[in-house]
């Protein structure tokens, strides 16, 4: 006899791991390997957010501010919003599961595209809900089919913008008028883990499309442009207090840690050191996407940092092949490999393998 889950939990498949890079350097006989798998920053922190750290630390016998006052105030100041509008939580991961187990339960849908982010079909399960996925057109959401998906069942829809894993940007004419024929019933999400690396000015910011729109909120996260992945911080930013105070009711209290917090304040007053590293990951995006296009590769445009190889059965081969060189990538089925875009020599190193 065992204690048996929810059936439909039982079925959920089982978190695998990532190669580890000290792994894989072991196996091959390798100082290092080198991890372009998770869309991480290439950077270290900064040694002002070090400093943040250290001094948050010597008070962890403390529970965390749970309202986060500071870190919200300061987001708040940033954005031009009130702290009423803002729900943090631990990672946007956690917030998108917040989101889910707000608004959508047994019988109701969640709509997204495919492929997109490999967390939006987890939470929705979790929640009971039923997730809804409408087929990328061309390696870009397809916003006309996904309207007409929309039931009267519909209680979220997802808009990764940009598109992990494929890169991919919708602009604002086609966004607002998304927006404009959605339902006032359905709560639009536009996850933006990867705003700070969109230069192209026709790629709405989520927040300006939001004025005015009380059934639209905005996903963001410290875990890319601002290099704080391993503290998980993650929140949200919705036109009617009413949603975000909805979104901190299913947060587990405490769940964003005090240095986590200190350290996000930080990164926050040091956005132009931040926004420097950026510029020079867009530089190198721009260097590594017109070097595979030449290189004969399938590669959308991509807006975010990281790439996607289009190479469809040749998948695994192409990932494996970078792999027994120390480079770890994120293949998907036999759609197309993700590599993330690290520092110069990493991409050197990864534009090597793949012109032999
Ligand atoms: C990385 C990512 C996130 C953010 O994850 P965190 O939980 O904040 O680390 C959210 N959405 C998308 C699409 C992502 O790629």
Same mark, same amino acid.
């Given at each position: 006899?065992? *204690?048996?889950?929810?059936?439909?939990?039982?079925?959920?498949?089982?978190?695998?791991?990532?190669?580890?890079?000290?792994?894989?350097?072991?196996?091959?006989?390798?100082?290092?390997?080198?991890?372009?798998?998770?869309?991480?920053?290439?950077?270290?922190?900064?040694?002002?957010?070090?400093?943040?750290?250290?001094?948050?630390?010597?008070?962890?016998?403390?529970?965390?501010?749970?309202?986060?006052?500071?870190?919200?105030?300061?987001?708040?100041?940033?954005?031009?919003?009130?702290?009423?509008?803002?729900?943090?939580?631990?990672?946007?991961?956690?917030?998108?599961?917040?989101?889910?187990?707000?608004?959508?339960?047994?019988?109701?849908?969640?709509?997204?595209?495919?492929?997109?982010?490999?967390?939006?079909?987890?939470?929705?399960?979790?929640?009971?809900?039923?997730?809804?996925?409408?087929?990328?057109?061309?390696?870009?959401?397809?916003?006309?089919?996904?309207?007409?998906?929309?039931?009267?069942?519909?209680?979220?829809?997802?808009?990764?913008?940009?598109?992990?894993?494929?890169?991919?940007?919708?602009?604002?004419?086609?966004?607002?008028?998304?927006?404009?024929?959605?339902?006032?019933?359905?709560?639009?999400?536009?996850?933006?883990?990867?705003?700070?690396?969109?230069?192209?000015?026709? @790629?709405?910011?989520?927040?300006?499309?939001?004025?005015?729109?009380?059934?639209?909120? *905005?996903?963001?996260?410290?875990?890319?442009?601002?290099?704080?992945?391993?503290?998980?911080?993650?929140?949200?930013?919705?036109?009617?207090?009413?949603?975000?105070?909805? @979104?901190?009711?299913?947060?587990?209290?405490?769940?964003?840690?005090?240095?986590?917090?200190?350290?996000?304040?930080?990164?926050?007053?040091?956005?132009?050191?931040?926004?420097?590293?950026?510029?020079?990951?867009?530089?190198?995006?721009?260097?590594?996407?017109?070097?595979?296009?030449?290189?004969?590769?399938? *590669?959308?445009?991509?807006?975010?940092?990281?790439?996607?190889?289009?190479?469809?059965?040749?998948?695994?081969?192409?990932?494996?092949?970078?792999?027994?060189?120390?480079?770890?990538?994120?293949?998907?089925?036999?759609?197309? *490999?993700?590599?993330?875009?690290?520092?110069?020599?990493?991409?050197?190193?990864?534009?090597?393998?793949?012109?032999?």
């Amino acid at each position: 006899m065992s *204690v048996d889950p929810r059936s439909d939990i039982r079925v959920l498949p089982a978190y695998k791991p990532g190669r580890s890079p000290a792994d894989l350097a072991r196996e091959l006989g390798m100082a290092d390997a080198i991890k372009l798998a998770s869309n991480e920053n290439p950077f270290g922190p900064l040694p002002s957010v070090i400093e943040a750290i250290t001094r948050a630390a010597a008070e962890i016998n403390r529970y965390p501010d749970n309202g986060a006052v500071e870190l919200t105030a300061a987001l708040g100041a940033k954005y031009g919003v009130k702290a009423e509008q803002i729900a943090l939580g631990c990672g946007s991961v956690t917030v998108c599961q917040q989101i889910v187990q707000a608004y959508a339960g047994q019988g109701d849908a969640v709509l997204f595209a495919w492929r997109s982010f490999e967390a939006y079909p987890l939470v929705v399960a979790v929640s009971a809900a039923q997730s809804i996925m409408v087929p990328l057109r061309e390696d870009t959401h397809d916003l006309p089919a996904m309207l007409a998906a929309i039931t009267d069942n519909t209680k979220i829809v997802f808009v990764c913008n940009p598109n992990n894993p494929t890169g991919t940007a919708v602009r604002r004419a086609e966004l607002t008028a998304f927006l404009d024929a959605v339902p006032p019933s359905v709560l639009v999400i536009l996850d933006e883990a990867y705003r700070e690396y969109v230069l192209d000015a026709d @790629v709405p910011d989520g927040l300006e499309l939001m004025a005015g729109r009380p059934n639209v909120a *905005v996903l963001r996260t410290f875990s890319k442009a601002y290099g704080l992945a391993g503290l998980r911080v993650g929140y949200l930013i919705a036109e009617d207090p009413a949603v975000a105070e909805t @979104v901190r009711k299913t947060g587990m209290p405490f769940s964003v840690s005090s240095i986590a917090q200190a350290a996000a304040v930080a990164s926050l007053e040091a956005s132009a050191e931040l926004a420097a590293r950026v510029a020079q990951t867009v530089a190198e995006r721009h260097r590594v996407q017109a070097e595979l296009v030449r290189l004969g590769y399938a *590669v959308p445009e991509s807006h975010a940092n990281f790439v996607w190889l289009a190479v469809g059965e040749q998948t695994p081969v192409v990932a494996t092949s970078l792999e027994q060189r120390g480079l770890i990538v994120r293949p998907f089925g036999l759609e197309g *490999v993700r590599i993330t875009i690290g520092s110069p020599q990493e991409n050197d190193m990864m534009l090597r393998v793949l012109r032999g």
